[in-house]
């Protein structure tokens, strides 16, 4: 009887702690996910970095194929653009202006960890 009473005691402040430690987490490592420029887009979080940064279908949640084909051949900044096809439901997709592949993930980025920043404020 004394055992099971010292087990469950165990189970008990084992649970919560780990409730204590999962609300003391910093509200942005929650924020993994949001549709920016018409485009669902995916990450993970190392420490404060974005790592993992990928862009998906919002209406069939594919993986979607970055064309920044026609950015590469025009030197005019803001003819550039960043085209985000989705192969699977031949969904349009978003766009973003103003350079290729890379800069639109540095982009996203940006802005993601600028709203990761407000919900760290709250």
Request: aromatic share 14%; glycine share 6%; hydrophobic share 40%.
């Amino acid at each position: 009887m004394n055992l099971a009473i010292f087990l469950f005691a165990v189970v008990l402040t084992m649970f919560i702690l780990f409730i204590l430690w999962y609300k003391s987490r910093p509200k942005h490592l929650s924020y993994k996910e949001e549709i920016l420029y018409g485009v669902l887009w995916k990450w993970s979080w190392k420490k404060d970095s974005v790592v993992n940064l990928w862009c998906y279908c919002p209406k069939c949640n594919n993986a979607l194929v970055i064309d920044d084909t026609f950015s590469k051949n025009v030197q005019n900044l803001s003819d550039k653009s960043t085209y985000f096809v989705c192969k699977n439901c031949d969904s349009g997709g978003g766009v973003i202006k103003g350079g290729d592949r890379d800069y639109a993930l540095v982009i996203v980025k940006r802005e993601i960890l600028k709203n990761a920043q407000n919900l760290k404020g709250n």
